[in-house]
């Protein structure tokens, strides 16, 4: 009876337990679609995004306990009725339970973030193992995700591109459950548009009392930018002629149309409002003349419904314009005609102060869409009472017969206004008002008596000196000293594009002389091996090592890093490492490189008693063991780059050296 009594009370023990098993962990059908479900895979900036497709999969199983702890494993082994021990079905099933959450945790780690939890077997620990590593950087990324869209700039980019990226970033901070305001995401877009293109816009949106939408704001920046499109397609061309000049030898009557009863209403006093230069009479302007267009020489139309005019206003030129209508006529020496669309000044007269050849490709484009060729520009300082004046960049054009004065340049370089009267015009000190020269009416023209260049003193004469030139003379300083000093001081210099690198600079300024090469030939794998100690580092890694020791063939540039904790160690690692090469080339390490160092003489018997040959650089004379030491420069500016893009502590740089060795392995050698 005790024995049935037993087994009754054993299998009736059993259904209980499972019975409470299925409770705590429901068997749920695991989902066919995972590789969807968990579409993100996990990588060093994306925790936060990652994180979030696992947390409802787990709670719609009812394994979130499993994650974070709260779920603990149950003892593996239970006391039966009888005082035995038996394996628990709890533990099997919560076993089989983790197991699967740990695979499905595997299943969405890139290789490299796998390759840092290999040996975590169990979901909590692996889950606990990411969050302690990735946790904290993803909210630096967070933060650096918001400052991007503080800092949102449209740049070059088309309104849609533009749009799609600030969406982008709003999307990621939404998915790392910081979610961005639409009405906060409108401001920053807004905020980063150009003001100039799109002020008006942005100031009727500010000012709009109904709230607006991301679709009509894409809507509306859609619209407004193929608005400024239009306008940017239209080619930027040459201005119209604003200087024309007037030559009584053209033959004929060719300005003088206006007869008869037109002839008396000019005389009369009222309509005296000066001379038209597209015709040359009087009681009228150009723009209200209706003889002869001032832009193609035809009759019945003016310049603003011209269609030729419209054609060559919007025609490609040139940088450098003189707007004059003709380049034909008398050449008057010492008469300069102010032009107030000229950005240089013009002369047919070769006779400079201060020149040299041009070498630029430009030409001067004049009224008629003429493109006159430049030969040489110079400078030139003129005289009158007690004032001078000074013409810059004055462009010699031998096939233009009129001096012509830039306005611009003029005022700016002589610090003086130029005020237009009907009859006559003044040039006046900016400062003080003073009238310095008076200029005459003629014809319709504004004329400045400032004399024959040729006639004009000198107190300087000499060619315009290059850069590289004064660059020589100032003592080979650098580049952007002497373009200082040649803006300062006013020095007159050109641009010569054959100069090419100062040879001197390169032989005076030479830190130290190239060191010989050598002339040992390396016929294969192992005929040499160079090597040396990097460290220490100024950081101890995660693992407490300050040094490493690389071998580099000579013949392949193979490369073997090891990361050692003291410099004593070097013996052993070589010897290891000499087994190792020796049993995958099959062939003996012939020679041996390093410099005089404590760890490599204790070497030094080892490779004696192997026959290898050891080669030593002498005393201070780094360049001889070269190939090692330019090795080590590669593999730590590739490692800490690593580290900087992987944000990662230098802590670390054991790992990043390691790994910077094995990518210049199978990179093409330097």
Not at 10 to 33: C, G, H, K, R, Y
Not at 187 to 209: D, F, Q
């Amino acid at each position: 009876m005790a024995e049935n009594n037993t087994n009754h009370a054993s299998e009736s023990a059993t259904p209980d337990t499972s019975q409470t098993t299925s409770q705590i962990f429901p068997v749920l059908p695991a989902p066919t679609n995972l590789q969807y479900l968990l579409s993100i895979k996990l990588a060093s900036d994306n925790y936060l995004i990652w994180e979030s497709q696992f947390t409802p999969l787990f709670k719609s199983y009812n394994l979130m306990g499993f994650i974070d702890g709260k779920q603990p494993c149950p003892s593996e082994w239970i006391d039966d009725n009888n005082g035995f021990q038996c394996r628990n079905p709890k533990y099997d099933e919560w076993y089989r339970l983790d197991q699967l959450l740990l695979s499905w945790i595997l299943s969405s780690l890139t290789d490299l973030v796998r390759s840092h939890v290999v040996g975590i077997s169990s979901s909590h620990e692996l889950w606990d193992a990411l969050k302690r590593m990735y946790a904290a950087r993803s909210r630096a990324r967070i933060q650096q995700l918001r400052n991007q869209l503080q800092n949102l700039r449209k740049g070059t980019e088309t309104i849609s591109e533009y749009f799609c990226r600030a969406r982008s970033i709003a999307h990621q901070l939404a998915l790392a459950s910081k979610p961005v305001d639409d009405d906060d995401l409108i401001t920053y877009i807004m905020t980063g548009l150009p003001s100039g293109e799109y002020g008006s816009l942005r100031t009727a949106l500010n000012t709009r009392v109904d709230p607006i939408n991301m679709e009509d704001l894409l809507a509306m920046l859609l619209i407004y930018e193929a608005q400024l499109d239009e306008v940017d397609n239209l080619p930027i061309g040459t201005p119209s002629a604003n200087f024309t000049m007037k030559n009584q030898n053209f033959g004929g009557n060719r300005f003088k149309h206006n007869r008869g009863r037109n002839r008396t209403q000019d005389r009369s006093p009222k309509n005296q409002v000066g001379s038209c230069f597209a015709c040359g009479n009087n009681g009228h302007i150009a723009a209200n003349c209706r003889t002869v267009c001032q832009a193609c020489r035809q009759p019945g139309h003016g310049a603003l419904k011209c269609k030729a005019y419209k054609m060559q206003k919007f025609d490609a030129a040139p940088s450098i314009e003189a707007h004059t209508a003709d380049a034909y006529g008398s050449f008057d020496h010492g008469g300069w005609y102010p032009d107030s669309g000229a950005t240089h000044h013009v002369t047919p007269d070769f006779n400079l102060t201060i020149q040299s050849n041009y070498n630029g490709g430009d030409q001067v484009r004049i009224g008629n869409g003429q493109g006159l060729n430049i030969t040489y520009i110079g400078t030139s300082v003129f005289s009158h009472l007690d004032s001078k004046f000074i013409m810059k960049d004055i462009l010699h054009v031998p096939s233009i017969t009129k001096n012509l004065l830039s306005v611009h340049k003029f005022t700016k370089d002589n610090d003086v206004l130029l005020e237009f009267h009907p009859q006559f015009c003044y040039v006046k000190d900016a400062k003080t008002g003073q009238v310095l020269l008076k200029g005459n009416n003629e014809r319709g023209l504004y004329k400045l008596h400032l004399g024959d260049i040729g006639s004009q003193p000198a107190a300087l004469l000499g060619e315009r000196t290059t850069q590289q030139k004064w660059h020589e003379r100032l003592g080979h300083p650098s580049m952007k000293i002497v373009q200082h000093v040649l803006s300062k001081y006013g020095l007159p210099s050109s641009f010569n594009k054959t100069d090419s690198l100062c040879e001197a600079c390169q032989m005076g300024k030479s830190h130290s002389l190239p060191f010989s090469s050598s002339s040992h030939e390396i016929n294969g794998p192992l005929d040499i091996i160079f090597s040396d100690v990097w460290g220490p580092a100024p950081i101890a890694s995660m693992q407490g090592y300050y040094y490493y020791v690389n071998f580099v063939d000579g013949y392949s540039r193979f490369t073997w890093l090891f990361i050692i904790k003291r410099k004593s160690e070097v013996l052993t690692i070589f010897r290891d490492f000499q087994k190792l090469v020796e049993r995958q080339f099959g062939r003996p390490i012939k020679a041996f490189q390093s410099d005089w160092g404590g760890e490599y003489r204790s070497l030094s018997t080892y490779l004696k008693s192997c026959g290898i040959d050891h080669r030593i650089s002498c005393p201070h004379t780094h360049q001889q063991n070269g190939r090692v030491e330019r090795k080590h420069r590669h593999i730590v500016e590739t490692g800490l780059a690593l580290l900087a893009h992987s944000s990662l502590p230098l802590k670390f740089w054991d790992f990043a050296f390691l790994t910077a060795a094995f990518l210049i392995n199978r990179l093409p050698s330097p």
